[in-house]
């Protein structure tokens, strides 16, 4: 470790998630107790390093190439995508006229599960792993939003495309928090907040950061979104479009299967910066927690991310991983030695004021 030109710490050694997981010794209930070592608590990790996916992804492809009989397309997230929309429709007319109570408990419990769902079935549209042409790909993520009420997913898509491509480089990266959050998100408090709220930061910090002119896609998105949202008030009511809101609300915010946006990236080992997330929730969120392998391989389908794992177990099976998402929680929300500034970057800051 040494300090830069900005007094901040910079570490020149590689990135652990390069290394085969055998290299790697741990055990599940350590994984929240390694996060107190040298680090800048105003800054990022910073570690000069090539991009460690494409590292594992080379060598992989040139130790198996037999993995690549898993990529391609798997149009059953279309047949699920339409599934989610209908049921989450139907929800609706059930559950938007309860008391207060029980409109919130079904928002919260059924109405989360499947916008969240839906969140990771546009993730993957978004990737055109469901359908070879990119149009019906992209008209399916459309589709998605319905069963959300907001037209997030073509935007979503050219965002998430610069996560993967520019990964923890700043500014580039859409998934890196912002300098503002660096500097006011700070104990258990704000850090509450922060994810009580992190649709609103999740939504606007790239459009803020490094807004993109709206394409034609982007129109289609919010004007098919918001005539839908139009038919749910005229049929329903307004509180079949309030309940729908809360539900994408919930699902992206204090929830447990909404913690993988923390789970994914923020550094609770050194030097580890992308964790898989393995247990039972994966059933719920289609396969997000296998984070590891689908950074390695975004081209294959999340239906099939498991089958990769079992493939090459030697790169996986025994690195560090979350098993239990309300456990993250907690751990990110009370623990001192966690914030936004425990993320990796590759490259040190243009310019830096402490």
């Known amino acids: 470790m040494k300090k830069n030109k900005f007094g901040l710490l910079e570490d020149m050694t590689e990135p652990g998630l390069i290394k085969k997981s055998n290299d790697v010794s741990w055990k599940n209930d350590e994984i929240y107790k390694q996060t107190n070592f040298d680090k800048n608590t105003t800054y990022f990790h910073i570690m000069g390093h090539e991009e460690s996916h494409a590292v594992r992804r080379r060598e992989i492809l040139k130790n198996h190439p037999e993995i690549q009989v898993l990529f391609g397309n798997d149009i059953n997230s279309a047949w699920l995508g339409i599934t989610f929309v209908l049921l989450q429709f139907s929800f609706i007319t059930l559950f938007s006229q309860l008391n207060f109570f029980w409109f919130l408990i079904t928002a919260y419990v059924f109405g989360a599960t499947l916008s969240h769902a839906l969140h990771v079935l546009v993730h993957d549209f978004t990737h055109f792993t469901c359908f070879e042409s990119i149009v019906l790909n992209k008209l399916m993520a459309i589709w998605a939003n319905f069963g959300q009420g907001v037209p997030s997913a073509i935007t979503f898509g050219r965002y998430h495309a610069d996560h993967h491509t520019f990964l923890n480089l700043e500014t ?24 009580a709220f992190l649709p609103l930061f999740y939504a606007l910090r790239p459009v803020i950061l490094r807004p993109l002119k709206p394409n034609t896609y982007e129109v289609i998105n919010a004007v098919s979104v918001f005539f ?10 307004m509180q079949g479009l309030l309940w729908l809101l809360l539900s994408t609300y919930f699902g992206l915010s204090v929830h447990p299967f909404a913690v993988h946006l923390i789970a ?57 991983c979350h098993t239990n998402y309300v456990h993250t929680l907690l751990a990110y929300i009370f623990d001192g030695y966690m914030g936004p500034f425990s993320r990796i970057v590759r490259s040190s800051p243009i310019n830096f004021k402490q």
């Open 172 to 195: 580039l990266d859409p998934d890196l928090p912002s300098r503002f959050e660096l500097k006011y998100i700070k104990g258990p408090l704000m850090k509450f907040l922060f994810v």
């Open 228 to 237: 839908v949202d139009y038919l749910i008030v005229h049929y329903i009511g």
């Open 264 to 320: 994914e990236h923020y550094e609770f080992i050194n030097r580890m910066e992308t964790y898989d997330y393995i247990g039972w929730a994966n059933f719920f969120v289609l396969n997000i927690g296998y984070h590891t392998e689908h950074h390695d391989f975004p081209m294959i389908p999340w239906t099939r991310l498991p089958l990769l794992r079992k493939m090459v177990p030697e790169y996986y099976e025994n690195l560090p």
